[in-house]
């Protein structure tokens, strides 16, 4: 998945009050001790911007900052979270570690759609139900339950940032394709 386990860790983090969309990240250089030696992240373009906001950071797919951001949640701590919102990983956290942040683990794609539309739904996650589109609607007692899988306020920030193009300028430029006309 890589780069789309951000904004939900980013939401973890806001929510649990470590971050906020103003809070500045490192985007330096970093070593990380680990089991099996240093783990030394870098950007996508391998260039480093300093200090940076989490709307930076997430708006333009920072990698430094985002492990910085797993070192404060905790590994695990995220491994549950995509656990609440569906995704099945089948490992723990401290199998993946820090590279867990960029989107070390196969997984299904639509658990992380559901995933997604969790954020979209004010953190508020379901099974996925599917249904042929000849076939009639189910009866009421058959639509999912909903139950708050991140916080809203929390998903709220995320999708606000996700959708600021101003955001994302330093790595995508103005005119990117992911420049959109509504939220």
């Given amino acids: 998945p890589g780069s789309t386990l951000k904004p939900l860790l980013y939401a973890q983090a806001i929510a649990e009050h470590r971050l906020t969309a103003a809070s500045l990240l490192d985007d330096s ?3 990380i001790p680990t089991q099996s030696g240093l783990y030394i992240p870098q950007n996508y373009d391998r260039h480093f911007k300093g200090w940076v906001s989490v709307r930076a950071a997430l708006g333009n797919s920072l990698n430094v900052p985002a492990v910085r951001t797993i070192g404060m949640v905790g590994v695990n701590a995220f491994a549950r979270q995509l656990r609440q919102l569906g995704i099945t990983l089948p490992r723990t956290g401290d199998f993946y570690g820090y590279s867990l942040a960029l989107g070390s683990p196969e997984m299904n794609l639509l658990q992380l759609a559901n995933a997604y539309r969790a954020l979209a739904n004010g953190g508020r996650w379901s099974e996925v139900r599917t249904q042929l589109p000849a076939s009639p609607p189910p009866p009421a007692a058959a639509n999912p339950a ?7 306020r929390a998903a709220f920030i995320v999708g606000q940032i996700l959708s600021d193009n101003n955001a ?3 790595t995508f430029g103005p ?3 992911l420049h959109t006309r509504f939220w």
């Fill in 175 to 177: 005119n990117s394709l």
């Fill in 29 to 31: 250089p970093a070593a």
């Fill in 146 to 152: 909903f139950r708050q899988a991140i916080d809203g």
């Fill in 168 to 170: 994302r300028l330093v």
